[in-house]
């Protein structure tokens, strides 16, 4: 179906794609309030909600018992289209953990996730600073505070590890590491008379705080597991590897091109134990609060801001249930621009959360479910306003809101069991 087309199907009406990059307005209608059921234990839900003083945003609440169904955590460093996910037993998926974002195509992370990501068994992103975290531990899923602490073994000796943005361990032990990633980069804004702004990072300050006494050792997958592959004197590029460990002199002569790397443990969790995870968001608590030091470094302009509307992607993991709810907005227009932190955790509240307990993933335009009801593809809710921005010059706005933007993470929902 045509763009226009679509939308207009969905009871939003834009004279041209190309209005929707300057107006987004059509987008600022309530929802009509409705329930589906995806599968035995998952619903989702619909629902407008009126913020006061003119302004809405619209719920979709993604609700998973999960007795009767999984949820994985879902990192590619290649990235995907959250409608990818949605197949097979998979019913939905849900936009996933802060990543790197920025519009210079040419310099891009090896790996963009900030802080922990586990794929398969294997910690291919290591945490910076302390943070929340869903990991499927032992089988089930579960939210931890981790510290960014652990251990590591190089070339097969062991190590203890600490995050760079985290207190380091006063005296140090021998062979002491030190991990910095994506999530130590720092992004910054240009305004671009097109697409009204522009992110990157600046390549020659991006790297690990220079010091000719101290040895930087990249770290990236190989087919046969991690493993060093280059070494600099301090000073390393945060986005030539998925993560850098640093060691002070005296260093290790085993710290080699070609050094396996097996990280251990995060925190006092055996990484054995641990199938998939990724680092979350502050609390709805911690960001009306203001505690959202340890994000905003690598999310440019925070999105935490006190006065900042954003639309929000929130999880809540009790006992057995998962919840799962975009509140959405666009960021043209003005009276459904999303919702403040404090909104957020007052909506968590009046819904029966604990706003301490309910995390933050990644939000703005990429929050997002994508979930099969019925036969046919799989559709979407949440930031339908999203636009392909021009590569070039005379290249115009195209609508992607099904699709969104593409993401390196994601939660995947599966039924394991049938309708009967």
């Known amino acids: 179906m045509a763009p226009l087309a679509e939308l207009s199907a969905r009871g939003i009406h834009a004279p041209s794609v190309q209005s929707l990059a300057r107006d987004q307005s059509p987008f600022a209608r309530p929802t009509p309030a409705w329930t589906r059921r995806l599968a035995p234990g998952i619903v989702l839900t619909a629902r407008p909600i009126d913020l006061g003083g003119g302004r809405l945003t619209n719920a979709y609440t993604l609700t998973v018992d999960l007795d009767r169904a999984e949820c994985r955590p879902v990192s590619r460093p290649e990235g995907f289209h959250l409608r990818s996910l949605v197949t097979g037993p998979a019913v939905a998926a849900v936009s996933g953990a802060f990543a790197y974002i920025s519009d210079d195509t040419a310099y891009q992370p090896a790996e963009h996730c900030l802080d922990l990501a586990v794929r398969d068994h294997t910690a291919t992103s290591l945490?910076?600073?302390?943070?929340?975290?869903?990991?499927?531990?032992?089988?089930?899923?579960?939210?931890?505070?981790?510290?960014?602490?652990?251990?590591?073994?190089?070339?097969?000796?062991?190590?203890?590890?600490?995050?760079?943005?985290?207190?380091?361990?006063?005296?140090?032990?021998?062979?002491?590491?030190?991990?910095?990633?994506?999530?130590?980069?720092?992004?910054?804004?240009?305004?671009?008379?097109?697409?009204?702004?522009?992110?990157?990072?600046?390549?020659?300050?991006?790297?690990?705080?220079?010091?000719?006494?101290?040895?930087?050792?990249?770290?990236?997958?190989?087919?046969?597991?991690?493993?060093?592959?280059?070494?600099?004197?301090?000073?390393?590029?945060?986005?030539?590897?998925?993560?850098?460990?640093?060691?002070?002199?005296?260093?290790?002569?085993?710290?080699?091109?070609?050094?396996?790397?097996?990280?251990?443990?995060?925190?006092?969790?055996?990484?054995?134990?641990?199938?998939?995870?990724?680092?979350?968001?502050?609390?709805?608590?911690?960001?009306?609060?203001?505690?959202?030091?340890?994000?905003?470094?690598?999310?440019?302009?925070?999105?935490?801001?006190?006065?900042?509307?954003?639309?929000?992607?929130?999880?809540?993991?009790?006992?057995?249930?998962?919840?799962?709810?975009?509140?959405?907005?666009?960021?043209?227009?003005?009276?459904?621009?999303?919702?403040?932190?404090?909104?957020?955790?007052?909506?968590?509240?009046?819904?029966?959360?604990?706003?301490?307990?309910?995390?933050?993933?990644?939000?703005?335009q990429t929050s997002k479910i994508a979930y099969r009801h019925g036969p046919g593809p799989a559709d979407a809710v949440g930031s339908l306003h999203y636009l392909r921005w021009p590569r070039h010059e005379h290249e115009a706005f195209r609508w992607q809101g099904l699709d969104g933007r593409r993401l390196h993470s994601a939660l995947q929902i599966t039924s394991n069991q049938e309708f009967r």
Do not use: M
């Open 127 to 364: 945490p910076t600073a302390t943070k929340p975290a869903l990991l499927i531990h032992h089988g089930r899923p579960v939210v931890h505070t981790l510290a960014a602490t652990g251990t590591l073994t190089a070339a097969g000796r062991p190590h203890t590890w600490t995050g760079s943005k985290a207190p380091s361990p006063h005296p140090s032990p021998p062979g002491h590491l030190t991990v910095f990633g994506a999530a130590n980069c720092r992004i910054r804004y240009h305004d671009d008379p097109r697409t009204g702004f522009r992110r990157d990072v600046d390549p020659a300050a991006n790297t690990t705080p220079r010091d000719p006494a101290v040895l930087d050792c990249t770290v990236n997958p190989t087919p046969t597991g991690a493993q060093i592959t280059a070494l600099h004197p301090g000073g390393a590029d945060l986005f030539t590897g998925a993560y850098v460990l640093r060691a002070r002199q005296p260093w290790p002569a085993h710290l080699v091109p070609g050094a396996p790397i097996h990280i251990t443990t995060i925190d006092t969790l055996d990484t054995a134990d641990i199938s998939s995870a990724l680092s979350l968001g502050p609390s709805a608590a911690d960001a009306a609060a203001g505690h959202t030091t340890a994000w905003d470094q690598s999310l440019g302009t925070s999105p935490f801001r006190p006065d900042a509307r954003y639309a929000r992607t929130l999880l809540a993991l009790d006992d057995r249930r998962l919840t799962l709810t975009v509140l959405d907005g666009a960021p043209l227009a003005p009276a459904f621009q999303g919702v403040t932190v404090q909104e957020t955790a007052e909506l968590c509240e009046g819904a029966g959360h604990d706003s301490a307990s309910v995390f933050h993933l990644d939000g703005g």
